[in-house]
């Protein structure tokens, strides 16, 4: 047994649910963490902004009675206070108490430099909010809290929010693996169906409700199913047909071959006239042969590639071919009116189906017999003067293999007229038959395109 192949990046991708959820987490996470920031910010400001008016309150409260300083207990402000009087002589802190700390801007306060001082101090280990006020004739009063209830409000904010945030985190994803496990549910038995449908070649149309777009995806394959249905119809006919058609003369072929190959096994020779009519008749039907494989190849190449057309002009295409039938069409005259008429083609595609109408008029047509050719205001019409088609074969004669009671005598494979209604359609345009003014059949072609020539002609054949 040989050993797994290892898996590749692609295939360990995580699943569409999973990736939806990690999302889902990843964008709560920053939503918490951006509103977390911003209430912890603001909460900050406000608290400190509150400890910097409550310090100056009071200072300016106790500035009114600075020599009451001495006296007051060191803990009347709390554990976490401190006050002092700043003197030109001395600095003096509340009774039993510690200075808060006093640098240039408290002594700039005393002097009256400054009408008041607040500012951030760090003294013994903790940092401390210091505020001086003046306290009359070059004195200055100073108050100092620690920041300790502040800071251990905000870290339980940020407990509390990182607690919130992460819970967040969990509900968010798990939600999120759960919207998109029920809202990608109908995707995933979509894709089981059309899994189904490329294991068991089963084109039934996918059962599908809702116009949402899941909906909608599954009618597109729908659509695409029925496309498939069709060309896969279209294929088996085809092969059928075509079978059908080659049994003939593959059946011919052997009979004579095997009369051929019978001479002087049975102590006798042919007579060399039957023997040469033999030849001619094997001949003509691996020419005959020849003419059904390439129409079914032709057939069978379907639309070409848009890429592949130039724009050309149609007179000079319909020229070249009248040029070439009239080289093997014996007896038959042709009367050639054309006008320009430019459009965007697969030259030999177009130029196939124009010498088919050809030769199907120059095959129908009495010996000094015309072939009407015209080309006006971009319609193409080929009439000639034979028996015409019946009424009751016209819709039919542009059918795969079809060829009407007055023609199933007569060489041809019944895809000359099959191939020009293709090529035509792959061009945009319609192609019908009606009866010509002579009493023959006449094969009217329209393809789109425009009478004047296109300001750039590269790679477009000239004009006639």
Known sequence: MTNPAPTSPQERRLSLRARVAILAAVAVAIAVA???AAIYVMLREQLYDQLDRDLLARAEAAALNPDLIATLPADALGADARIGLVTPEQLLAAEKG??????????????????????????????????????????ALVFAATTDSVDQTLDRVRFV???VGMLGVVVAATAGYGVA???????????????RVARTMDLRPITSSGDDEIGRL???????????????????QLVADAGHELRTPLTSLRTNLDLLAQEGSAGRELDPRVKHELLNDVRAELVELGHLVDDLVQ?????????????????????DCVTRVRRRAHGVQFDVMLSPWWLKADVPSLSRAVTNLLDNAVKWSPDGGTVTVQIADGLLSIADQGPGIAEEDRPHVFDRFYRSESARSLPGSGLGLA?????????SGAV???????????????IPGSSHAPESRHNSTPDP
Do not use: C
């Open 34 to 36: 951006i509103t977390s």
């Open 98 to 139: 510690e200075m808060p700390p006093v640098g240039d801007a408290e002594w700039a306060v005393s002097f009256g430099e400054r009408p008041k001082s607040l500012r951030w101090a760090h003294d013994d280990g903790e940092y401390w909010r210091v505020a001086a006020v003046p306290a009359g004739d070059g004195n």
């Open 161 to 163: 929010a990182l607690l």
């Open 181 to 195: 496990k029920a809202g990608l549910r109908p995707l995933g038995a979509l894709t089981s169906a059309t899994e």
């Open 218 to 236: 599954a009618g597109s394959f729908n659509v695409m199913l029925a496309s498939l249905g069709a060309a896969r119809e279209r294929e088996r």
């Open 299 to 319: 057939l069978s190449r379907g639309a070409e590639s848009h890429e592949t057309r130039i724009v050309a002009n149609l007179a000079s295409i319909v020229d």
């Open 419 to 427: 191939i020009v209604a293709q090529a035509v359609a792959e061009h």
């Open 432 to 446: 019908t038959v009606d009866e010509s003014p002579d009493g023959g059949a006449r094969f009217d072609v329209a």
